[in-house]
C-alpha cells in the first residue's frame, strides 16, 4: 500500500522519528535514484554506492532542508551528484561532500506521472534515434549500440545527444499544448 | 548535459528494464537507523594520501571540523576491509567515546587520554565517525566513501 502522504509530510514526519514514513521516502523515489545513478553510467555496485550515499544525505539534512516538498528533486540531484563524483573518483577535500546546491530543474522530468508519454514519443521519432534511444535506456554501451545499429562507435554519443534534443523539444510541445 | 542523464533516467524507469535491486531499496530502508536526531555535522576540511610500500596507494588522512571539534581520521584499506585511526581535539575530556560506523556495523571505541581511538576489520562503503560527549550534542563526520 503506497503511503498517501505528501512529501514535504514524509520528510517531516521522518524527522520526528516516524520510520514508516522514512520506508515512504524510499518507495516514493527509490527507483528513480537508482536510474539517474544508471543512467551516469555507474555499474551495480557504484550505482548502489551512489544511491546509498544520497539518502546518507538526507539523513545529513533531515532537519534543514530548504524545500522538504521538493525533496524528489533534491535526491535526484543529489544521486546524480555523488554518481559524478564516484566516476571522478573524487577525493573528500573541502567543499567536495558539501550538499548546499540546490536541486536541478532538469530534474522534474522524472517527477512526471505520464513517463509512459515518454515512451510514446519515441516511437514517433524517425530512426536511427528510435531503435538508439530505446538500446541505450536498456543498457547497451555505445559499442553494441554501434553494432546494431550500423553506426560509427565514435557516433553513438552525439547521435545520443541529437535524439535526446528532439524528444525534449517534443515533450516540451506536448506539455505546451496541454 | 545535465539534462540528458536525466531525460536518460526517465526512459530508463519509464522501460521497466532495470528496475532497482531489492538490496538497494532494503539498504536505504536501513538507513534510516542511522539517524542521529540533532547532531552536529563536521565537514571535511583537508585530505591526502601517503605513499604505501612500492608506490602501493597508503593510509588516506582526512580531517573534519565542526566548531571546537575536529577529527583527524587514518583511514587504510586492505584485504577488502577498512582500519580507522584516528583523534579528536582538543581532548574532549573524561567519559567520551566514538561510534565508528558504516551501515552494516558500528564500533564503539573509548577515547584515550590524547583522544585516539582505531576500529578494524570494517567493511567497505560509507563510513562516519561520531563523537559522544557528555553535556554535549553528539558531533558526526560526515559520511565518506571508503572503498579499494
Known sequence: ?178 | MIEDEYFLAALRLASGHDPIPGHVAAAARDAYGLLIPHAVTARPAGYSTARGVRGAEGPQMIRFVTDGLTFDLEVTVGDGLIDVAGQVGPVPGHGCHVDVRTPHLTLTRRLADKGQFAATGLPPGWLSVVCHRPGHAPVATRWVRVRP
Open chain 1, 1 to 178: 500500500m503506497p503511503d498517501a502522504r505528501q512529501p514535504a509530510e514524509l520528510v517531516l514526519a521522518a524527522a520526528s522519528g516516524d520510520q514508516s514514513a522514512w520506508d515512504g521516502l524510499v518507495a516514493r523515489f527509490g527507483a528513480r535514484m537508482w536510474a539517474v545513478a544508471r543512467a551516469c553510467g555507474l555499474g551495480e555496485q557504484d550505482a548502489a554506492d551512489a544511491v546509498q550515499g544520497a539518502w546518507l544525505r538526507l539523513l545529513e539534512h533531515l532537519y534543514d532542508l530548504k524545500d522538504p516538498a521538493g525533496v524528489g528533486a533534491w535526491l535526484a540531484t543529489t544521486t546524480r551528484r555523488e554518481a559524478l563524483l564516484l566516476l571522478k573518483k573524487a577525493k573528500p577535500g573541502p567543499g567536495v561532500l558539501d550538499v548546499t546546491h540546490e536541486p536541478d530543474p532538469e530534474s522534474a522530468v522524472l517527477e512526471a506521472d505520464g513517463n509512459r508519454l515518454l515512451w510514446k514519443t519515441v516511437a514517433t521519432l524517425k530512426e536511427p534515434c528510435r531503435s538508439l534511444l530505446t538500446l541505450v535506456a536498456t543498457d547497451l554501451g555505445s559499442r553494441q549500440v554501434a553494432v546494431r545499429l550500423g553506426l560509427p562507435v565514435g557516433s553513438v554519443g552525439p547521435t545520443r545527444a541529437r535524439c535526446l534534443q528532439k524528444l525534449r523539444t517534443l515533450i516540451s510541445l506536448q506539455e505546451t499544448v496541454q
